[in-house]
């Protein structure tokens, strides 16, 4: 009788510390991109960047094709967004967190940017892992919706 209580009333905590951990990794997760979107809108590429896994092995996949390591993805940045002006006003949409790993999820979502150069929008696919106690994105796959 006693393994029976036990299993009806200990055994369901456990599920609920998953939970509120998945939930404490959703909500950090989420925090990535506001912070993103808050260095975007500043005009801070840089700060935008340490989002980003600084490694050779991290993958940016976007319309001009596959793009490997964290510094030539800064420069496509760059060279794609020279100007405050192209910068413009970024705001995203979260579709959808998924949890892959204990250390590792996706995030799908679309982007809107409004700017003087003209307006773009788009969807894209992250990959963020846990790395060192922070959430990196490994891999950005982000294309233009017309």
Known sequence: M?????LLFVLPLFGIAQTTTEQEDRAAIAQVLSTQQTAWNNFDIESFMET???SD???????????KGWQKTLERYKKSYPTQEHFGHLEFVTNDISKITDDAY????EYHLTRPVGDTRGIFMLVLKRIDGEWKIIADTSCKVE
Request: proline share 0%; aromatic share 22%.
């Open 57 to 67: 092995a991290l993958t940016f996949y976007g319309s001009a094709g596959v793009v």
């Open 52 to 54: 980003y896994w600084k």
């Open 2 to 6: 006693k393994k029976v209580l036990f």
């Open 106 to 109: 996706t995030v799908m979502g």
